[in-house]
């Protein structure tokens, strides 16, 4: 079923009784060519584009909720590349290309909105960062313009300009940034992968990884084993615990990453804006809620909620930014478990097992990633060989420093990402 103004028009007319569901939900079956653990944006993509680049079709995804329940539903929707690093840059610059064209491909109203993503800069240190940072994405064919204090005020009126204890000096825009429906992006791979003959299993979680001989032959699941020529791990903050199953201990901790959404509000908030000295960002929905968010909580958990003390610290970031904002009730606030690797970059990568890949380390950014992801990690599980841009997302970087990639430019910052 394809979707379009005239379809929506019609079934408005006759009583809104001819669409269909989105996916099929699937029976698992005794045996696939791929299996792919995790219904999240990343394993849903994976599955698209193993069907539609590759043609390979005979694959299934198993969940252990439902699709879409983990991060990719959880996130604050930020899309964007603005990376400075060789490795992340190519990357996501690709990523940010396949947004552009994804509503067209999938045939699914993601709601990309590329209303540009404003960082704010605080001292001449941080512009000197800025502005190579900036050159760095324009080396890479990207866009990065540098906004004077003047032009800042003009585009945003609400920021407090006069505060002294963090001066706000200027800033980098992406224009091309911005924000995109995340529930509508999985929806939207979930039923172009089904569309495809990608079996989606919904409540199937995998229990065990069965290796014979260094290979991979299947998976154990709450619904039975299930045999598979290839293995592809893309559960995000519970990495590290489906790859034990294989035995692996992954360069990866889990922590929380909250958020927050407040009453809907008129139009205030036209672009994304990150904060230079606190961690802290914020959008406005479609819907009028402003959307905001700010740092990890600082300790490994698996627990989907946060903290008190960091709910305190975003806030306190939020009034420093747009003391406005107190005006505002919090509606809602959430937690999702990130998956940090040490140099805060993600692994897109076979493993030592035969037929058994890894797709994790997204950290607190891999909502922007999941166009890219999929295409790559499908390149890699089709074909065994690395996707170009995706090339520096080794797993073993962390012991022979080839690919080694870190976002911050300030070395490797264990237990911070
Ligand atoms: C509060 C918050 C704000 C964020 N903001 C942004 C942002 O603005 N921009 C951005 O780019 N990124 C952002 N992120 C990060 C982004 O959401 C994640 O990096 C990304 O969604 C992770 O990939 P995923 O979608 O595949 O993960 P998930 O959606 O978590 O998918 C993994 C799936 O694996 C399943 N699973 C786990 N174990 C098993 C098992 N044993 N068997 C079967 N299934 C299993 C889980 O149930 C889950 O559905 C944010 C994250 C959070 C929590």
Redesign the pocket.
């Known amino acids: 079923m394809r979707f379009s103004g005239l379809r929506v028009l019609k079934e408005g007319l006759t009583g809104n009784k001819g669409w269909q569901a989105h996916w099929r939900d699937a029976e698992p079956k005794s045996e696939y060519d791929v299996v792919i ?7 849903l993509s994976t599955a698209y584009y193993l069907a539609k680049n590759h043609g390979i079709r005979n694959v299934a995804v ?4 439902y699709l ?12 964007r590349a603005n990376y400075f690093l060789p490795g992340n840059s190519e990357f996501y610059s690709h990523s940010l290309k396949l947004w552009e064209g994804l509503e067209q491909d999938l045939n699914y109203n993601t709601m990309l909105s590329q209303r540009g993503q404003i960082s704010l800069f605080h001292s001449d240190g941080q512009r000197d960062a800025a502005i190579r940072r900036g050159n760095s994405i324009v080396n890479q064919g990207d866009e990065a313009e540098l906004l004077s204090l003047a032009q800042l005020k003009k585009m945003v009126p609400f920021l407090d300009y006069e505060q002294q204890r963090f001066p706000i000096h200027g800033a980098l825009i992406s224009r091309r940034s911005g924000t995109a429906r995340h529930d509508a992006v999985a929806w939207g791979y979930a039923r172009g992968a089904s569309a495809r003959g990608v079996d989606l299993i919904q409540n ?3 229990t065990g990884i069965d290796i014979e001989g260094g290979k991979v032959t299947g998976v154990q699941t709450s619904r039975g084993a299930i045999k598979a020529k290839k293995v592809a791990m ?5 990495s590290s ?2 790859a034990a199953m294989a035995g692996m201990r992954l360069p990866i901790e889990s922590h929380v ?3 927050f959404v407040t009453e809907g509000l008129k139009p205030c908030i036209d672009h994304v804006i990150s904060f230079g000295m606190g961690h802290f960002y914020i959008s406005q929905s479609d819907k009028g809620g402003l959307v905001f ?1 700010g740092d990890l909580d600082f300790y490994a958990s698996y627990a989907q909620r946060g903290n008190l003390p960091m709910v305190e610290h975003v806030m306190e970031a939020g009034m420093t930014l747009m003391p406005a904002i107190g005006k505002a009730r919090v509606l809602r606030s ?3 478990i ?1 998956d940090m690797s040490p140099d805060g970059s993600p692994i897109i990568d076979r493993t030592h097992i035969d037929g058994l890949y890894l797709n994790c380390g ?9 166009p890219g992801s999929g295409y790559s990690m499908a390149h890699l599980v089709a074909t065994d060989e690395p996707h170009a841009p995706a090339a520096r997302f080794r797993l073993d970087r962390f012991r022979t420093g080839y690919g080694l990639m870190d976002e911050e430019g300030t070395g490797m910052q264990h237990n911070l990402h």
Not at 37 to 43: D, N, P, R, S
Not at 62 to 65: C, F, I, R, V
């Open positions: 653990i995790g219904g999240g944006g990343h394993g198993l969940e252990k909720g879409g329940g983990g991060n990719v539903g959880r996130n604050t929707t930020i899309v199937c979680e995998v893309i559960v995000a903050g519970r615990q489906v990453l909250q958020a968010g959430w937690g999702g990130m997204w950290c607190y950014g891999g909502f922007k990633a999941v």
